[in-house]
């Protein structure tokens, strides 16, 4: 909060739905006024409880790890491993099967996200 966004009124932050991710959590790494300062710049969004993209992106990152030579010296081997791995990655996925039309999804999970004004 210091530092890159020392600048900024608000952070956004989206964090999956264990329960060590709330403000709450501050209170118990610094001393309550620190906590309360750092809690009062955030707005904490939390992902669907059994739809978090945050643990998709997770799996992938832990199946590029496995799949990445033990060690890369420079950061153009590793770009060019990744780029390698995500066209192997994408030619072999699957297009998704949605049950349900984009207007049933805004329905049925509307609790799920915040209302938005205007």
């Not at 945050?54 to 799996?59: D, G, K, T, V």
């Not at 049933?104 to 004004?117: F, G, N, S, V, W």
């Amino acid at each position: 909060m210091d530092g890159r966004y020392k600048d900024a009124d608000r952070v956004v932050l989206v964090i999956d739905q264990l329960n060590i991710h709330s403000s709450a959590s501050l209170y118990e790494a610094f001393a309550p006024e620190e906590a309360k300062r750092i809690a009062d710049r955030l707005e904490i969004h939390h992902t669907p409880k059994h739809g978090s993209w945050l643990n998709m992106a997770e799996i992938e990152f832990s199946v590029l790890g496995r799949d990445l030579p033990d060690r890369v010296d420079d950061r153009a081997t590793l770009e060019r491993h990744i780029e390698a791995w995500q066209r192997r990655r994408n030619a072999a996925a699957t297009k998704a099967d949605w049950q349900f039309t984009t207007q049933d999804a805004r329905i049925k999970l509307r609790k799920l996200y915040p209302a938005r004004e205007g």
